[in-house]
């Protein structure tokens, strides 16, 4: 099934995993910094789940807050795509391909963004912004 396509840690994920993090680094601190800078300076915790939150208003505040930073990061991802490597913006053109071709994807069906969703969301956007100095995003 190409829509699941990815989602295991096999060899090659592996491989396409320490390389594309061992080149984004830059890149991602253009893409999450801000953001995950921002985050970090908060004056409380920015907590969703209703038995951990003080007062149940702050929910919905919290999540205006938390769709303001989601936001922020895909505009910044869609007006950085120039500055992505382009070992990255290689690797997924031609995974794409080979997935369109050998599953006879068509531009419009969702499938056809697999890799962009597997590799560089799942597997490099959303780490950073939950550890980020693993990924060198934040220093402290």
């Not at 807050?65 to 120039?82: K, N």
């Not at 490597?85 to 050998?102: D, N, V």
Request: aromatic share 10%; glycine share 2%; net charge negative.
């Amino acid at each position: 099934d190409p829509r699941v396509l990815f989602r295991g840690n096999t060899l090659m994920t592996k491989l396409l995993d320490a390389y594309q993090r061992s080149i984004s680094h830059d890149y991602l601190r253009i893409v999450v910094g801000p953001t995950v800078q921002r985050m970090y300076s908060y004056d409380r915790a920015v907590e969703l789940d209703p038995t951990r939150v003080e007062r149940p208003e702050l929910i919905s505040k919290n999540m205006d807050l938390l769709e303001q930073d989601f936001i922020a990061v895909l505009e910044t991802i869609y007006s950085s795509a120039p500055l992505c490597p382009p070992e990255m913006r290689h690797i997924y053109s031609t995974l794409q391909e080979k997935i369109s071709a050998k599953f006879s994807v068509h531009e419009d069906d969702i499938v056809h963004f697999t890799v962009a969703n597997s590799f560089f969301i799942l597997r490099l956007v959303v780490p950073a912004i939950l550890s980020p100095t693993v990924f060198q995003v934040r220093s402290e």
